[in-house]
C-alpha cells in the first residue's frame, strides 16, 4: 500500500507523489526509514539524502538542507528550505561553492556558516553521485 509523499518548501512543493518508504536522517535519531503505517513521528533533519521509494518500485533521491519530517500512518511530509532532486543538481555550483566554504573555514575555522555551507555543498555533490559518501554532519 502507498503513502501520499510531499516535500515541502516556504514557497512551494518542491515534489509530490505516492511511495512506500521514505529514508532520512534525523537529528539525534540517525536514518529512519518509514513505511505505510508508521506511527505517528515529527523530527528535525540534519542536511542529509532522502530517498523515496515512489509505488512504481523507483528510487528517487533528493539532497536536503536540513528541516523537519512529519509522519502520519498515510503521509510523509518533508518540510525543508532547500530539497534538490539529485538529477537537478548544479554540479559545477555546487563545487563552486564548496570551494568559497572551503576558503571561508580556512580563514576562520570557528565560523559556523563556513561548515553549514561546506556540508551542504558536499551533500549536493555526493547526492549527484560526484563527492564522497562520508558527509560530515
Not at 40 to 50: A, D, N, Q, R
Amino acid at each position: 500500500m502507498a503513502m501520499q509523499i510531499e516535500f515541502v518548501s516556504p514557497e512551494d512543493i518542491l515534489y509530490s507523489g505516492e511511495g512506500t518508504q521514505v529514508v532520512a536522517r534525523t537529528r539525534g535519531g540517525g536514518e529512519l526509514a518509514f513505511l505505510t503505517g508508521h506511527e505517528p513521528f515529527i523530527g528535525s533533519l540534519v542536511p542529509c539524502e532522502v530517498r523515496v521509494t515512489e509505488a512504481s518500485g523507483d528510487v528517487k533521491r533528493f539532497a536536503v538542507r536540513g528541516g523537519f519530517v512529519s509522519v502520519t500512518r498515510a503521509e510523509v511530509t518533508v518540510l525543508s528550505e532547500a530539497a534538490i532532486p539529485a538529477g537537478d543538481i548544479d554540479v559545477s555550483q555546487a563545487q563552486a561553492d564548496l570551494a568559497a566554504a572551503q576558503a571561508a573555514e580556512v580563514e576562520n575555522p570557528e565560523d559556523p556558516y563556513a561548515r553549514e555551507d561546506r556540508v551542504w555543498a558536499e551533500l549536493r555533490l555526493q547526492a549527484a553521485g560526484q563527492g564522497d559518501a562520508s558527509v560530515a554532519h
